[in-house]
């Protein structure tokens, strides 16, 4: 069944989609990291996305549309979490269209709810592997040899532009603003399920499991 992962910045879309893939094998489309990798490696559409995404701000939906479009052409029968899209409005539209000239659907939208301090505390201090894209915490996960991945082995886990405090809060109000409201179009289609995403991600994971069958 395809999903949605949906909520806040932080609230542990990444983390959970992770887990998804190891144990599920699902496929794992997440608009950002497809930013974050043009970015890397200053493609055109990283130099373009670059502006908005280092300063919190939404990239122009036509941009983000058509980048969903091309990974829905190489999902070759695989079963997808969407994480981080959509996040307007004319986004979810658009997804629906999508998702009908692929012959695909949306099983689950699953919506994890963390309080906005929980948030804070967890955006200000990620770290994140520039290399592999591993996720780091620095109280509730630190990497065992500071500064270096755990996964791969680079020296390269370092905060991300947009975790910066001055950025996160205009995430978190491009969030209310533009993406929340995203949330009354699948209560609508009577596909939103809301899950408590505090606490410890394996328990997060184990609420996510329980409302897949
Ligand atoms: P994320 O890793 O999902 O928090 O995304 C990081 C940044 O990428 C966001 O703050 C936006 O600048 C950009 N981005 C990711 N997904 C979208 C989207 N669906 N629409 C517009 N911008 C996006």
Do not use: W
């Amino acid at each position: 069944m395809n999903l949605i992962l949906f909520g806040a910045p932080g609230a542990g879309k990444g983390t959970q989609s992770a887990k998804l893939v190891e144990e599920l094998g699902y496929k794992h489309i997440s608009t950002g990291d497809l930013f974050r990798y043009a970015m890397k490696n200053e493609t055109a559409l990283g130099v373009e996305a670059k502006k908005y995404v280092d300063a919190g701000k939404l990239v122009p939906d036509s941009i983000v549309i058509g980048m969903v479009d091309e990974a829905f052409g190489a999902l070759a029968g695989a079963s997808f979490i969407l994480d981080g899209f959509p996040r307007t409005a004319p986004q979810a539209e658009a997804l629906d269209n999508l998702l009908e000239s692929h012959s695909l659907d949306i099983g689950k939208v699953i919506f994890l709810e963390v309080p906005k301090e929980l948030l804070l505390g967890r955006l200000t201090g990620r770290r994140v592997c520039k290399n592999c894209g591993a996720t780091y915490h620095v109280e509730a996960k630190p990497p065992v040899k500071d500064g270096v991945c755990d996964v791969c082995s680079s020296d390269q886990v370092v905060q991300r532009k947009d975790d910066m405090p001055e950025v996160i809060e205009e995430r978190l109000e491009v969030y209310e603003n533009s993406t929340a409201p995203v949330k009354s179009f699948y209560l609508a289609q009577g596909k939103l399920i809301e899950l408590d995403g505090t606490g410890e991600a394996d328990d997060v994971f184990a609420r996510i499991k329980g409302v897949l069958s």
